[in-house]
């Protein structure tokens, strides 16, 4: 199978700051806020380079929220930063009423998402957030899986016209896409191709998915691997084309399987070309304090956990 | 610039699309819309510093924002008779396929306004965000913004209310509808704000009354007094004491007419006591 190589353990929230700094540098129309967490967020570099365009409202998401829909009169493109906790549960109202259903230009920047924050706990380790987000009507939702996708995807939706929700965390994790990527909103790229399943992963299991394909060609099985970063919209023609092959799938995301990606990809199959799904995702529960390893074993989001569900799922078809 | 007759016969008639409006639907919120006639008119009108024709971004004039959105019927009503809309579609009110949504939107794209509202206590934020970049464009013009008395009861809004002072948002005047009275009664009875002044003050603003609400000349004066207060460090909060549902005797000193239309013998005393003045849509 195709080798990808981890040029070094990177954290993808470090992407979006290298993303913001670079966007500070060549779009004068780009604001950020913060809500109190400019560390966590790495948004440092911007707000020395642009202290004009940089609003910090202290711990107030609702009010950052509204602030931002409210730039976006006078044509600027707000991006707020916090974690995907205060992203979104928090002030989903305030999202839904004054940025996605005024159509503002409002990119909500979300760190610290999944179990993968660690040690903090359930309280800020939101599994839900996607769901939220690809609830409402013209929301974008992107979930990129390593530093430079996320530096890529940051600088991409600048230029997408309309409320976005960036995904993204904490922890170091394998940097292997290629640096000088161009990200394509909505488009869904192919990182190894297989003929016996579908591995469909997006945001941090997308690593652990080629890891999983791997074990599976030591096994005989031929995964075919697509990172999926773009949630909604979804590329409905990348998965359909490829079950068309393989014949069954397995979805691989760090967020309840309720609501997540693998629901998106299920109503695709059904809609079009029902096979055989399997599921790595939390299982409707809370997380709780643990290293991000720890957690990925205990609730199954690793590449073993993906290993055993492609397995299950080609005895399926 | 309009004369004395000419603003006293716009607000006349602008109760009378209120209360047609609410009434042809059977739905909608008369009692804060008929309490801030005057209030609008004399802001679209009078006060603020507009350009011809719609652009979101409204570089180079003054913006509105209205958070308790469901008094949409005097800002549909105002907004069209200043000429953002034809004025016959305010028929189209609450109804399918209308831009004249129960509660305002810029989702149906309806010239006039910049930011949905009708779930409480988001404009202020919204304000805030809209005069952040007029400063940022270099755009003195004022951004203006109406709240409920009740709808303070949200938080979000002391949020935005700490953030405007501490960072001398001072182009945005903020004005309370000060009827004291929501849904549910009395906002004593309710949950009571105390002392509104003194807590706006203490978060740093600037505050002045209108206690004559319902008075053109005194809003006129007012709001002329609010804008001269603006660029000197500290938002602006005007607290406007209205009368619910003002204009229609019944409708008065109750809370009652907050969400009720009137039922076609209302309607006809309603409009009797404000007889047509520029022509009904």
Redesign the interface.
Known sequence: MKKYIDTGKKDTRSGFGAGLAELGRTNPDV?ALCADLVGSLKMNTFIDENP??F?Q??I?E???????????????I?FTGTFANFSTGRVY??I???IA????NVKICASHAGLTLGEDGATHQILEDIGLMKMLPGMVVINPCDYNQTKAATIAIAEHQGPVYLRFGRPGVANFTPEDQKFEIGKAILLNEGSDVTIVATGHLVWEALQAAEELENQGISAEVINIHTIKPLDDEAILRSVAKTGCVVTAEEHNYLGGLGESVSRVLVKNNPVPQEFVATNDTFGESGTPAQLMEKYGLNAAAIVKAAEKVVKRK | MANTQQLNDLVIQVRRDILRMVHKVNSGHPGGSLGCTEFFVAMYNEIMELNEGFD????GED?F?LSNGHISPVYYSVLARRGYFPVEELNTFRLIDSRLQGHP???EGLPGV??????L??????????????K??K?AHIVYSLHGDGELQE??NW??I??AA??KVDNLIATVDYNKKQIDGATDDVLPLGDLKSKFEAFGWDVLEITEGNSLPAILDGMKTAKERTGKGKPVCVLLHTEMGNGVDFMMHTHAWHGKAPNDEQLEVALTQNPETLGDY
């Not at chain 1, 259903?101 to 503002?104: A, D, P």
């Not at chain 2, 979101?56 to 570089?59: A, L, Q």
């Not at chain 2, 910049?114 to 779930?119: D, K, L, Q, T, Y």
Request: charged share 15%; proline share 1%; glycine share 18%.
């Open positions: 604001v004009d365009r609003f409202v202290g107030a609702a009010n950052m929220m509204g602030i931002a829909a409210g730039l976006t009169v006078g044509g600027k707000p109202d305030q839904r009423q004054s259903y005024s159509g503002k | 979101m971004d409204g570089v913006l924002f939107t810029t989702h910049r930011i949905a509202s009708g779930s206590g988001q404009g202020m934020s919204v304000a805030i965000g809209a005069a952040l970049a007029k940022l464009n755009d938080g979000q949020e935005a700490m953030y501490g960072n």
